[in-house]
Nanobody, 125 residues
Framework: QVQLVESGGGLVQAGGSLRLSCAASGRAFSSYAMGWFRQAPGKEREFVAA????????SYADSVKGRFTISRDNAKNTVYLQMNSLKPEDTAVYYCAADQSLITPVQAMGRKYYWGKGTLVTVSS
């Protein structure tokens, strides 16, 4: 098993930036592919970004491509989500997820992940 704790959320103005972190503990972090998901009020959880075990492969939802960057530091058991040019529609609770299988945009939903408890990102207009 792996335990995940997100941090770095907060209130930011449109056009601003935030960096989310997800710290993992438990079994070998490098054996897990990692992803970020988000859930806005009244909406379903959606895929945001994913990164492979070594960090050599990344993927993004179209809505964040070019603005968000996912990365990981296996020595620190941490995955990051750098969010730039934030928009009010990015407002959501952001969740970190882990799975031993690769996470891809097409196959991201409906799977069983280890989840963190989430961190709230609010983007004001």
């Amino acid at each position: 098993q792996v335990q995940l704790v997100e941090s770095g959320g907060g209130l930011v103005q449109a056009g601003g930036s935030l960096r989310l972190s997800c710290a993992a503990s438990g079994r070998a972090f490098s054996s897990y592919a990692m992803g970020w998901f988000r859930q806005a009020p009244g909406k379903e959880r959606e895929f945001v970004a994913a990164i492979s075990w070594s960090g050599s492969s990344t993927s993004y939802a179209d809505s964040v491509k070019g603005r968000f960057t996912i990365s990981r530091d296996n020595a620190k058991n941490t995955v990051y989500l750098q969010m730039n040019s934030l928009k009010p529609e990015d407002t959501a609770v952001y969740y970190c997820a882990a799975d031993q299988s690769l996470i891809t945009p097409v196959q991201a939903m409906g799977r069983k992940y280890y989840w963190g408890k989430g961190t709230l990102v609010t983007v004001s207009s």
